[in-house]
């Protein structure tokens, strides 16, 4: 077990090179309703880098450009670096988000 007593934790995605596992949120607040990261390998507390999302449910990794994407129910599309900074809101009130997904071509 990497982790105990979550809130609602939804979808881990892992960045394989730095040993690093993200993932949303969907608990209560405070550690509910973000975006987290945790290295697998140092059994350290996830560090929380994005809060007050509604719902967060989706996280896709582009790490060699440093970005990440986050979805949430309420029908938002977010990109943040890697570390939670310049957040964008990309698509707003679209819809109920589940999922994303980032690919490069």
Do not use: C
């Amino acid at each position: 077990m990497l982790f105990d007593g979550l809130p609602e934790p939804i979808h881990p995605e892992l960045d394989l090179a730095n040993r690093v596992l993200y993932r949303t949120d969907r608990g209560d607040p405070p550690r509910g309703n973000t975006v987290n990261r945790a290295r697998v390998d140092l059994k350290t507390e996830p560090e929380i880098l994005i809060t007050h999302l509604m719902e967060g449910i989706g996280i896709a990794l582009d790490v060699p450009g440093n970005q990440m994407f986050v979805t949430e129910l309420a029908g938002s599309i977010y990109s943040t670096d890697l570390g939670g900074k310049n957040k964008h809101n990309l698509l707003w009130s679209q819809g109920n988000f589940t999922d994303i997904a980032y690919a490069e071509i």
